[in-house]
């Protein structure tokens, strides 16, 4: 495979040469990194988001949209397809680098971790990325500064002028859309917890619904959480049949199904530490066995979300 940080730099490119066309802006800072503002102070919009989840998934994945509905009203969907589920999510579109450099905080998703290879799914796939150009992708309210790009250069081992670093508010429509995308990574992710081996699932495809915009961070990661706990469905295929595992995957198998994310949140004083990881999951989830049986788990739930998305 090739380098996952050199696949993303070539859409990175795409997305500075239609900066104008994406209504996205880019800014080089004083030590030479890259930031292109998806949408903390640009506007954005759903074509920089499919964009923004491609680099994210390092061009592994097909990333479009289609039309769905919700509660009976017409709803854009993002729908996410990748042959190569443990690179391209696991190990890349993850949301797994938590940025706390002084007062800046947000998270990183996106090849750069591979890079880096501290977290477990690294060690369970088996892949380290070797590159000396990297991308991560952040999500805060605050554009990333110099003490960020020179903390992911120091951890990646590059070049603080090699570092290009997309950033989105949870708050916009890059932030809805890129979210939405996320609903076959969390499927996978969930399985890698449950303790099944990330590189026996060959292929996944999820579907999720685009939240509302909400420029209010917490009604932002409150409704676009709802869109995938309750409206994002999946379908994996595998080569190893683990029954029992497979019924743990939806969000419907967790205690707290039926809450509204806000609230999810709220209860544990918005300390993300605190709230159980086994929550972020999709609605429904179908499981292939290549040459065996079939399962399907869970359940969607459109009251919820038409309460969620204010319709």
């Excluded at 859409?11 to 104008?20: G, H, M, Q, S, T």
């Excluded at 030590?31 to 506007?43: E, H, K, N, R």
């Excluded at 990297?134 to 805060?140: G, I, K, M, Q, R």
């Amino acid at each position: 495979m090739e380098s996952l940080n050199r696949m993303a730099i070539e859409l990175v490119d795409e997305a500075l040469d239609f900066a104008e066309e994406l209504r996205i802006r880019a800014f080089e800072l004083d030590s030479g990194a890259t930031v292109i503002d998806f949408g903390v102070d640009a506007l954005g919009g759903v074509e920089a988001g499919l964009l923004l989840a491609e680099i994210q998934t390092a061009g592994l994945a097909t990333v479009q949209t289609t039309m769905g509905e919700v509660a009976g009203t017409p709803r854009q969907y993002v729908e996410l397809t990748t042959d190569h589920p443990d690179l391209a999510l696991l190990c890349s579109q993850k949301a797994g680098w938590e940025l706390g450099v002084g007062n800046y905080a947000g998270l990183g998703s996106g090849p750069a971790r591979a890079l880096v290879g501290q977290e477990s799914e690294f060690e369970a796939v088996g892949f380290y990325d070797e590159f000396d150009m990297t991308v991560l992708a952040v999500e805060s309210e605050e554009l990333p500064h110099d003490p960020v790009a020179e903390h992911v250069a120091d951890l990646a081992e590059v070049d603080q002028g090699s570092v290009f670093l997309p950033a989105f508010a949870t708050g916009s429509t890059v932030g809805s859309v890129t979210m939405a995308a996320r609903a076959a990574e969390l499927a996978v992710f969930r399985l890698f917890e449950l303790g099944y081996d990330p590189r026996n699932v060959v292929s996944a495809h999820g579907s999720a619904p685009v939240a509302p915009v909400a420029y209010d961070e917490a009604t932002a990661m409150g409704r676009t959480n709802d869109a995938i706990a309750y409206g994002g469905e999946v379908h994996l295929r595998v080569t190893d049949d683990e029954p029992d595992s497979f019924a743990e995957v939806p969000s419907s198998a967790t205690e707290q199904y039926g809450q509204p994310f806000e609230q999810v949140f709220e209860d544990a004083d918005w300390d993300f530490y605190e709230v159980d990881e086994s929550v972020f999951a999709p609605a429904r989830v179908t499981i292939d066995v290549l040459g065996g049986p079939t399962y399907v788990h869970g359940e969607t739930n459109e009251a919820l979300l038409a309460e969620s998305f204010d319709l």
